[in-house]
């Protein structure tokens, strides 16, 4: 039989019984937490988020399954934090420290969502097949450069090309690596392998991006032999089971490097954005900004505009200005 749709006086009700036993829960954790022993308060990273529960690494490395004070903030995946020990394994949150860097997005009410924390590097991934969008890795670009961390595009799938292929695949991405992003061709089933991208994730703390088909999945199996049994030791220590792989996760790359994968990057999108941000977001335009004749150059048609003197003489890619312009038309469109 069909489903009995509910009024909206009835929608209000269960909302009001929800909150109200949500916040019988929230006020019983905090007697919890009042009633804490006062161990010494400790360092730690998180390396899962499910809700209001956290897996926190601690110095060592070892994994607490720890809850989090309402009134500290919303911690992401990398975010370093102050816990305090309430039994063996477990503990509680008590405060977040200053962010290096936020990875966010904008959520479906438009607000900015933060998705990783602290992160050092992004790995852009595309591949030969599907045909990479130069607009979307424009938008990892300029996101990188905003936040201030380093990026690498790594150019997946190369066994699916001959040799030939290859070298004319490779030279249509010669204009990023002449901006300082290198690029890195690997293949997990053959030549060229991993080697050019592992020397790039030591001592950083890395998130893969990249549209749908490229093989990040792959990448992140190659990457981390380990992975099942990391998952299985933050399931065991946390008790989030199925949860671990549904939330972004922070992995150990080796000895002494970190990659978050997170569910959330996978429709990455560039948020609202002033124009002139936008141009900071491109890195090749800063010694050419402030020198257009006009100081509201949109870089289209005026006349004596410095960055189109510079695709002229070859200083920008005319592709990254095409990109460049289809992003301040977004901008334009949300009022910027």
């Not at 990040?216 to 981390?224: F, P, Q």
């Not at 900004?289 to 509201?296: E, I, Q, S, T, V």
Request: proline share 5%.
């Amino acid at each position: 039989m069909p489903r009995r749709r509910l009024s909206g006086r009835q929608l209000e009700r269960i909302q009001a019984i929800q909150d109200r036993r949500r916040q019988r829960l929230e006020a019983r954790t905090e007697r919890v937490l009042e009633q804490l022993d006062d161990d010494e308060p400790r360092e730690g990273r998180v390396v899962v988020r499910h809700g209001a529960s956290l897996a926190v690494a601690d110095a060592q490395g070892l994994i607490h399954h720890c809850q989090t004070r309402r009134n500290i903030g919303q911690p992401v995946c990398g975010d370093r934090v102050i816990w305090q020990p309430s039994e063996a394994g477990a503990g509680v949150v008590i405060a977040l420290q200053a962010r290096d860097t936020e990875l966010s997005r904008p959520d479906y009410g438009g607000h900015s969502k933060a998705l990783a924390a602290n992160i050092s590097l992004m790995v852009i991934v595309i591949a030969a097949r599907p045909e990479p969008s130069g607009y979307l890795v424009d938008q990892y670009l300029v996101a990188a450069e905003l936040i201030g961390v380093d990026a690498v595009m790594v150019v997946n799938k190369m066994d699916l090309l001959g040799t030939d292929e290859q070298s004319d695949f490779l030279i249509t991405f010669d204009h990023y690596a002449k901006i300082g992003c290198p690029v890195l061709p690997v293949s997990v089933k053959g030549a060229p392998g991993l080697d050019q991208l592992l020397p790039h994730l030591t001592d950083r703390t890395a998130i893969l991006l990249g549209q749908s088909g490229v093989g990040k999945s792959s990448l992140i199996n190659a990457l981390l032999p380990d992975q099942e049994l990391q998952i299985g030791r933050l399931s065991e220590a946390t008790g989030l089971g199925r949860h671990t792989t549904s939330a972004a996760t922070c992995y150990r790359v080796g000895d002494r490097g970190h990659l978050i994968d997170s569910p959330g990057v996978r429709s990455f999108r560039l948020g609202d954005i002033a124009r002139t941000d936008l141009e900071h977001g491109f890195r090749e335009f800063a010694p050419y900004l402030g020198r257009c004749r006009f100081a509201n150059c949109n870089h289209l048609h005026e006349p004596d505009c410095a960055i189109r003197a510079a695709v002229d003489t070859g200083d920008i890619a005319p592709q990254r200005l095409a990109n460049f312009h289809h992003l301040a038309a977004d901008a334009d469109r949300a009022g910027h």
